[in-house]
C-alpha cells in the first residue's frame, strides 16, 4: 500500500490522489464503550447491555452499537492527521453497510481508500471521496461504505 506522507498539518485537497490508502492503528471495543454509548445516545437496546439477553439471540453474547463502531471508525479516521486543519465540512455517508457484528473485545482498524476528488474553486478546495473498509481482528469487514468531505486547498498553491 502506497503510504501517505509523515506530517502533522492534514492534506489539502490537492494531496488527495486517487487510489491511494491508508490502515489506521487498532482499537479494542470495551464493554465501557458499549455501556458510555448506551448512556450517551440513549440506545438502551437489550442485544447491546443484557448479556443474559445476548446469549438468547443467534449472536450469543452482546453486540457493540453499529453506530458506535461506526463513531470508532470516525476516531480512527481523525487521529490519521489526514484531516487536521484542512477538512471543511463532513458532507455525507453514502453506502453504509453494517455486514458483521462486534463484540466486547474485538479490535477494529479502518482501511482507508481515496475513490475520487472534485475541484470546487468557488469554495476553495474540492470535495474527496474516501472508500472505508471497518476490519477486525479476524481481517473481516464488519462496515464499510464511503465518507464525502469537502477539503480545503493549499493557500500557498502548491
Same mark, same amino acid.
Given at each position: @500500500?502506497?503510504?501517505?506522507p509523515n506530517k502533522i498539518q492534514g492534506l489539502w485537497f490537492e494531496e488527495f490522489e486517487p487510489g491511494k490508502t491508508l490502515i489506521t492503528t487498532g482499537r479494542t471495543v470495551s464493554e465501557a464503550d458499549i455501556v458510555n454509548f448506551a448512556g450517551l445516545s440513549g440506545d !438502551? ?12 439471540? +443467534? !449472536? *450469543? #453474547? ?9 463513531? @470508532?471508525?470516525?476516531?480512527? &479516521? ?13 458532507? *455525507?455517508?453514502?453506502?453504509? #453497510? ?15 481508500? +481515496?475513490? *475520487?476528488?472534485?475541484?470546487?474553486? @468557488? &469554495? *476553495? ?6 472508500? &472505508?473498509?471497518?476490519?477486525?481482528? #479476524?481481517?473481516?469487514?464488519? @462496515?464499510?461504505?464511503?465518507?464525502? &468531505? ?9
Amino acid at each position: @500500500m502506497a503510504p501517505f506522507p509523515n506530517k502533522i498539518q492534514g492534506l489539502w485537497f490537492e494531496e488527495f490522489e486517487p487510489g491511494k490508502t491508508l490502515i489506521t492503528t487498532g482499537r479494542t471495543v470495551s464493554e465501557a464503550d458499549i455501556v458510555n454509548f448506551a448512556g450517551l445516545s440513549g440506545d !438502551f437496546n437489550q442485544l447491546h447491555v443484557n448479556e443474559e439477553y445476548g446469549k438468547q439471540t +443467534i !449472536f *450469543e #453474547k452482546r453486540v457493540a452499537h453499529g453506530l458506535l463502531v461506526l463513531s @470508532m471508525a470516525v476516531g480512527l &479516521l481523525v487521529q490519521t492527521g489526514l484531516l487536521k486543519d484542512t477538512m471543511g465540512a463532513f458532507r *455525507e455517508i453514502s453506502k453504509w #453497510k453494517f455486514r458483521l457484528p462486534v463484540f466486547i473485545g474485538d479490535t477494529i482498524h479502518v482501511v482507508l481508500k +481515496i475513490l *475520487e476528488s472534485r475541484t470546487v474553486p @468557488m &469554495l *476553495e478546495g474540492g470535495l474527496v471521496v474516501l472508500g &472505508l473498509d471497518v476490519v477486525n481482528q #479476524k481481517d473481516e469487514v464488519v @462496515m464499510n461504505g464511503n465518507f464525502h &468531505l469537502f477539503m480545503l486547498s493549499d493557500p500557498a498553491g502548491r
